[in-house]
Every structure is written in C-alpha cells, then in structure tokens.
C-alpha cells in the first residue's frame, strides 16, 4: 500500500511556501531601494554638540542627519538645497533623521 500521508501534513506546507516567497519579494523589493523614502529640501547646516557632536540640517519642518556630509559643508549657519533618501536600516544616537545625502548645492545667501 503507497501512503502519501495524512491531509493535516500536506496542508501546513501552503504557508510554509506562501511565507517564503512574501520574504523573498520584501527583500527584493528593499534591495531595490523601492522602500527608501526620497527627500529634497533646503535648510541650515547646524552643529549639535551631544555625545562629540554631530552635523546636522536643519529644515523648517525637519532635522536631518546625513551620514554622507562632505567635509567642505561642514560649517554652522551654511544654508543648503539637497537631495537624500532615508536610511532606516541605520541607527545613531544623533538626533535627527538619518539620511544619506544623494546631492548637495550651497545656496548663496
């Protein structure tokens, strides 16, 4: 007599397989940068002295801390236009919204 087993063993396999393909397309998805949110703004370079300190941009509505900062805009008070995109896979102890900075211009002022 062949078994092919029961209806209970057969059926727990469906989301099993129907979980591993959601996870594959999330990755995907994230590896793909669908999921970053895109940022463009102008604001004020300011430096937060906490913990040795951080650069931050200040906007009227939010405060940015870009992990990419050029080292040239690095000065309190410059005001800038920028592009960036979030980066929620990251963490700090630097106030703010992290941020990797996709363009920069200093604005004359």
Same mark, same amino acid.
């Given at each position: 007599?062949?078994?092919?087993?029961?209806?209970?063993?057969?059926?727990?396999?469906?989301?099993?397989?129907?979980? *591993?393909?959601? *996870? !594959? #397309?999330?990755?995907? #998805?994230?590896?793909?940068? =669908?999921?970053? @949110?895109?940022?463009?703004?102008?604001?004020?370079? #300011?430096?937060?002295? =906490?913990?040795?300190?951080?650069? *931050? =941009?200040? %906007? !009227?509505?939010?405060?940015?801390?870009?992990?990419? *900062?050029? @080292?040239?805009? $690095?000065?309190?008070?410059?005001?800038?236009?920028?592009?960036? #995109?979030?980066?929620?896979?990251?963490? %700090?102890?630097?106030?703010?919204?992290?941020?990797?900075? $996709?363009?920069?211009?200093?604005?004359?002022?």
């Amino acid at each position: 007599m062949n078994r092919r087993g029961s209806a209970n063993e057969t059926s727990g396999r469906f989301p099993r397989v129907a979980l *591993l393909i959601a *996870l !594959s #397309v999330a990755v995907s #998805v994230a590896a793909c940068g =669908i999921l970053e @949110a895109e940022i463009e703004d102008t604001g004020t370079i #300011v430096f937060d002295d =906490i913990e040795g300190g951080c650069w *931050l =941009i200040e %906007t !009227s509505t939010e405060r940015y801390f870009p992990v990419n *900062l050029p @080292a040239n805009l $690095k000065a309190e008070g410059l005001q800038v236009e920028f592009g960036a #995109v979030s980066r929620l896979d990251l963490a %700090t102890f630097c106030p703010g919204l992290i941020i990797e900075i $996709k363009w920069i211009v200093e604005l004359e002022g």
